[in-house]
Structures are given as structure tokens and as C-alpha cells.
């Protein structure tokens, strides 16, 4: 199973909004709504963020929205702010009931 | 409130095996399905595979298949990763996290399992 595609890096002022996006196939993304995304900074676990495509865990800002087209899936993050600099990775369930993750995207606040 | 703490780090050399464990509290745990992801250094997440507590049912990624067993003890509410013939390339943070409904909702602290001749 590839991972999912992310890309490496993406990047924003405070107060914008940046969108990260994840591409998989019809075997994960596409064929299932079970797509999770997690915050990580560094030297600590991942946090659950969105999951279900589109479901925020409670604790969790409104900030983060999740989204999901086709064999797509899409995290955004609007006002940004500093503490949201982390690497960010999507997961999805797949066809052969396993789970498979993104490469990780760094998001950096400028 | 919910806890996974794992054990501690390791060094181990090329060809030997490593038990990681990961005592879980504050949830029912034969309820759950524990997941392990590990991390190499500087590197994405990679997923592992995962255990029912509930009745031992596994699932393993194909690349671990014949390496790795994971186990759980109900009568501790602890879950272990077994890796076997270990190399280089399996240096890496391994964690467990709480499975609920195909997210990972709580996770533990990590363990640094560090392969080197």
C-alpha cells in the first residue's frame, strides 16, 4: 500500500488560511469516509484533528475543517496562528482493511 | 482520564527482536482495537497494524508481515509489539494509540527503539 500523497511543505501568514491536500485512490480516500487527519509537533505524539472527513473531536479549534473530493481529501486551517506551525499527516482506511497515511505536510506560519 | 505509557527506549543490535508494551487506564480497554505506528527519525508516520482487545484479531501491514506479532494481556490492559529480526532501517519511535472507529483518538508517550551494530 503507497502512502498517501501530501505535499512536503506549505506555508502562511497569521490570519490567513492554507489548505493541505491529500491524494489517494479509489482502494482509500475515494472509496471510503475515513479519512483522519493529525497535528504533530515535533518530539510529541500526533493529536487527532478531523476525522470522518469532515468531524472535529471535541477540544479541537474551529479553525480546522475537513473536506473531501473524489479520491481527494482536503485539511484547512484558517487564522492561522504561530502554535499551528507542526507537520500535519492524513490518514484513510483501505480496501484491504488496513490504514494507510500521508508522507506529511510542514506547516509553517510565517 | 485515558492513558497509553509505553515502555521504555531501546538499543538493540542487527538480527535481535524487541517487546514494546503499552499499558493502557481510564477506558474499558477489551473494548478498544490498539493500533502501532512508527516513526523513523525525520521520516512520516507509518502505520503497523493493530489489535482487538476484545478477542486477539490482528491485521499487520504487508512489509511487517513474518516479523511482527502484537499481543494484548486483558488482565493487565496491556498491549505489546514483538519486532523481530531487526535492522538498520527499523530505527524508529513506535507508538500505540486507541483505535475508535478507525481514528486514533488517544496515543501514547512513544518509545525510540534504536537498531546499531
Known amino acids: 500500500q503507497s502512502a498517501l500523497t501530501q505535499p512536503a511543505s506549505v506555508s502562511g501568514s497569521p490570519g490567513q488560511s492554507i489548505t493541505i491536500s491529500c491524494t489517494g485512490s479509489?482502494?482509500?480516500?475515494?472509496?471510503?469516509?475515513?479519512v483522519s487527519w493529525y497535528q504533530q509537533h515535533p518530539g510529541k505524539a500526533p493529536q487527532l484533528m478531523i476525522y470522518d472527513v469532515t468531524n472535529r473531536p471535541s477540544g479541537v479549534s474551529d479553525r480546522f475543517s475537513g473536506s473531501k473530493s473524489g479520491n481527494t481529501a482536503s485539511l484547512t486551517v484558517s487564522g492561522l496562528q504561530a502554535e499551528d506551525e507542526a507537520d500535519y499527516y492524513c490518514s484513510s482506511y483501505t480496501s484491504s482493511s488496513t490504514l494507510v497515511f500521508g508522507g506529511g505536510t510542514k506547516l509553517t506560519v510565517l | 482520564q485515558v492513558q497509553l505509557v509505553q515502555s521504555g527506549a531501546e538499543v538493540k543490535k542487527p538480527g535481535a527482536s524487541v517487546k514494546v508494551s503499552c499499558k493502557a487506564s481510564g477506558y474499558t480497554f477489551n473494548s478498544h482495537v490498539i493500533t502501532w505506528v512508527r516513526q523513523a527519525p525525520g521520516q512520516g508516520l507509518e502505520w503497523m497494524g493493530w489489535?482487538?482487545?476484545?478477542?486477539?484479531?490482528?491485521n499487520y501491514a504487508q512489509k511487517l508481515q513474518g516479523r511482527v506479532t502484537m499481543t494484548t494481556d486483558t488482565s493487565t490492559s496491556t498491549a505489546y509489539m514483538e519486532l523481530r529480526s531487526l535492522r538498520s532501517d527499523d530505527t524508529a519511535v513506535y507508538y500505540c494509540?486507541?483505535?475508535?472507529?478507525?481514528?486514533?483518538?488517544?496515543w501514547g508517550q512513544g518509545t525510540l527503539v534504536t537498531v546499531s551494530s
Open positions: 494509540a486507541r483505535e475508535l472507529t478507525l481514528k486514533f483518538d488517544y
Open positions: 489489535i482487538s482487545a476484545y478477542n486477539g484479531n490482528t
Open positions: 479509489s482502494s482509500d480516500v475515494g472509496g471510503y469516509d475515513f
